[in-house]
């Protein structure tokens, strides 16, 4: 009873604190070591041996799809590319379709593999302009960007290169194209509820009169730089794709790695050698998309590579420890008495059905827990996968609707208030959490009923 209070009063007090706008970096350890002292457990070795060690491991798989995301989205920045998409997709759409335009921009460039933050940063001097000549209040910039960065194209398109696509690779043996139906519908309902909430909003704003608000400084300043044509833009982004689909779907499947894998130095797991593979093929076209873009564009990255390269790596090395810091908080929480009752609970759902529920409540409320969507996937496959891949043999359900499920149910309730995109996503814009994080909130429980109505039909047929 005292570890589920304190696990409760933790999570509570991080929340809050995000909410506020402290850093979850300094903040994750010091509330995973009160619920740690709540369940009994000694902090300091909870820190050294508990909360330190899952951080590192974490960083250590999943940083060179942070690093390589960070870089290539600041290139496709510096190189004006992003702007060149962005103002493509406008020119088209009209202003009238502000909304529609700034979803899209950011649809695009995070399924071509930028970084989610990276996205942010290079759609939102967009995003204000068009918002602001089109008298719709700014408050539900943010939300906007969530919806055509955070949703549909981070976890449910099939062969998004985003994190929370890859990770169920390793445990599943499945790849980023994994269940394409499935994930297609899912993108394509999330899009359609998202835009028609923001719809209403913008029309619900503009019958009470509510304009654009007030203009943040230095917001005005437009770039007239030189940007290069859509397609020489776009290319690096389809890159990454295409060759993902090639080297996932046709060279790695034919390659035999086993005999020299297994053995010393590398003494790689024989069992997660598809997902180990399929994790180089994206490794292999983040890079191939950061070439692209260096030699597409040599005038106009002329003396700016250098510091693309070191904002990037620097940005990717504060999106990474967020994340880490509260996958550290989640595996502390995860082994504390209060949460192996609330685990059994989640692990009984279903039983003698699909594990498709299961899994999909598993991972949204541990992405809930440590307000990250990887991080919470990851605890939670690292606890379970192996016992819902068993489960789905029994059963006869698909690895890749386990792959499927899981990524986007990662993106439902990660987004609460201490997640680090949330937060970062708002410093961008200038907003604050009691302005436009309620929109933020509908776009997520959307998202969130979307993964449990399709589980449904799936089970249903």
Known sequence: MLSSLGILISLGLLMFMAYRGFSVIFFAPIFALLAAAFAGFSPLPA??????????????????????????????????????????????????????????????LTYGGVSLFVVAFAVYPFGASLFRSANIPKRLLPATIALGAFTFTMDALPGTPQIQNSIPMKFF???????????????????????????????????????????????????????????????????????????QKIVFPNWDISPWAVEPPYKMDPNTLKG????????????????????????????????????????????????????????????????????????????????????????NVLSGVTGSASGG???????????????????????????????????GMDTLPHNGAVITLLAITGMTHKQSYKDIFVITLMKTAVVFILIGFTMLF
Not at 71 to 93: N, P, R, W, Y
Not at 391 to 402: F, I, Q, V
């Open 377 to 411: 996937l990851s605890i939670a496959l690292d606890s379970f996968g192996h016992e819902y891949l068993r489960w789905a043999n029994e059963y006869g359900t698909s690895p890749e609707l386990l792959h499927r499920v899981a990524s986007m149910a990662s993106g």
């Open 173 to 247: 043996n499945t790849d980023l194209y994994a269940a394409p139906i499935f994930g297609t519908i899912g993108g394509l309902m999330i899009f359609f509820l998202g835009y028609v909430y923001l719809e209403s909003q913008r029309k619900k704003a503009q019958q009470q009169g509510e304009g654009y608000g007030t203009v943040a400084a230095g917001e005005t300043q437009q770039t007239n730089r030189e940007t290069p044509s859509f397609g020489i833009a776009i290319l690096p982004l389809v890159s990454v794709l295409v060759l993902t689909l090639v080297l």
């Open 276 to 363: 180990t593979m399929n994790n180089w093929a994206l490794i292999i076209a983040l890079s191939c998309g950061v070439f692209l873009a260096t030699i597409l564009n040599p005038k106009r990255l002329s003396g700016k590579l250098a510091h693309a390269i070191s904002l990037g790596a620097s940005g990717s090395l504060l999106a990474i420890m967020n994340t880490a810091s509260e996958v550290g908080f989640g595996n502390v929480i995860k082994i504390l008495p209060g949460f192996k009752t609330i685990a059994e609970a989640m692990m009984s759902i279903g039983r003698g059905g699909s594990p498709l529920l299961s899994e999909a409540i598993t991972v």
């Open 47 to 108: 820190l050294t041996e508990l909360f330190l060690p899952q951080l590192a491991g974490y960083v250590k798989v999943y940083f060179p799809f942070f690093l390589l995301g960070a870089v290539f989205g600041k290139i496709m920045e510096q190189s004006g590319a992003a702007d060149a998409i962005a103002q493509t997709i406008t020119k088209k759409l009209g202003a009238k379709h502000s909304l529609l335009a700034v979803v899209l921009s950011c649809a695009v």
